[in-house]
Each structure stands twice: as C-alpha cells, then as structure tokens.
C-alpha cells in the first residue's frame, strides 16, 4: 500500500542547526505534496505543502524542495529549536483522490 | 472555533465487539476523512464523506463503514473488531467542495482492543 517513503526514521539535530527529511514517491499521478507536524497524543497539523509546478516553497523557516524527475521531494527546517521536536510525516495524493499516502515518519529531536 | 473535535479521546474493547467513532468538522467544512494510524506507522486512509455519500474508499475491510448526517458530522463503525484494529483513528476535514483531505486533523481517538 505504501507508496511515500521516507527517511531517515529518526533524526537529531543541535538547537540552531538545519534538519533535512527526505521523501520519494512512485505515483507520477501524485500532485499534491504536503508534510505535516504531529506532538505526541495530537493529530497531525499541516505545515506545509508544495504542487509540482514548482521547485521550491519555502514559509518561515520551513523549505519544501520538489524534484519532479527524481520523484523526490524534501523538507528543510532552518534554525531548529527544540520546540520543533515532533515527528514529522510526508505525504503524496493527486488531487481529486483524498486517498492520500503517507511515509512512515520521521521522528526529529532537536538538542538544546 | 473549535476546530475537528473527536469523541470518545479513549477506548478499550475486546476482540469480535463493534465501536462507534465519532467526529465534527471544522466549521465550514462539508467533507470528512477517516484514517487509521497505527503505532509508530503514518496514517492510512479509510473512506471519505462528502453529501451524505462514502465517495472514496481505501483498502480497508466492509468491517469498516462510516456515516455523515446533515449536520456534516460524521460516524465510523468497526464491527468484529480484532487486536489488528488497535490503532489511532483520526478525522480530517475539508471543505466547502472538493479539496485535499489532509487539511485539519483531529486529535484523533485512541482504540485499544484487547
């Protein structure tokens, strides 16, 4: 069923530093590439999304990378701080299909 | 506003009983998602509710069927239940029209069967 997958699984990263999450998909279908934040005990909350007409989106401190070709897309965080410290999933659908497709999650841990 | 509320936060049943989930969307909202997301795993998508109509359905069991009211409310029923089912169950809504399921999260209920 899987068709998002993501690495790494877990990542830790110094207060101040960049953390990087990678994403592949299989679907060309897909057109719809959001990633969400999810605290422990609380839904998953949309942080941002990215259609791919573009390369690049990029809200506060979060980047949304997409290349198309590679089927890859990607989510930078600048300036990590430990109140980023959730995990984070990425997700693909073709919109029009809410079936949509999540990886497996990232946890992140950002030291102070 | 209150956002998407969901009921009861917890449950525990036993193998082969039915549950009931229950969810309110987002005011202006008029499409509901079901997913299930099992520990340490992403969510997976259940069905979707849009006018009253299940209009999209993921590869679940008929064990699993739901319901939207008029009030865009809406319910997911598990009959037979077994430990697989075991999982965080959330609701997404979306809306007015179609839109990507995957908008707003509820905090999701937390089904346990023993």
């Known amino acids: 069923q899987q068709q998002v997958k993501q690495s790494p699984q877990s990542l830790i990263v110094q207060k101040g530093g960049i953390s990087i999450i990678n994403c592949a998909y299989e679907n060309t279908a897909f057109d719809y590439f959001p990633w969400y934040q999810q605290f422990p005990g609380k839904g998953p909350a949309l942080l941002i999304a990215i259609r791919p007409d573009v390369s690049e989106k990029k809200e506060g401190r979060f980047t949304i990378s997409f290349n198309k070709s590679a089927k890859q897309f990607s989510l930078h965080i600048m300036d990590s701080q430990p109140g980023d410290s959730a995990t984070y999933f990425c997700a693909a659908s073709k919109v029009g299909n809410n079936d949509m497709r999540f990886g497996a999650g990232t946890r992140l841990t950002v030291k102070p | 506003d209150a956002g998407v509320t969901q009921s009861p936060t917890h449950l525990i049943k036993t193998r082969g009983q039915q549950v009931t989930l229950r969810c309110s969307p987002k005011s202006g909202h008029d499409t509901v998602s079901w997913y299930q997301q099992a520990l340490g795993q992403g969510p997976q998508f259940i069905f979707q509710y849009y006018e009253e109509e299940e209009r999209q359905r993921g590869n679940f069991p008929d064990r699993f069927s739901g319901h939207q009211f008029p009030n865009y409310s809406s319910e997911l029923n598990v009959n037979a239940l077994l430990l697989g089912d075991s999982a965080l169950y959330l609701c997404?809504?979306?809306?007015?029209?179609?839109?990507?399921?995957?908008?707003?999260f509820g905090p999701g209920t937390r089904l346990t069967v023993l």
């Open positions: 997404a809504s979306s809306g007015p029209g179609l839109a990507p399921s995957g908008e707003f």
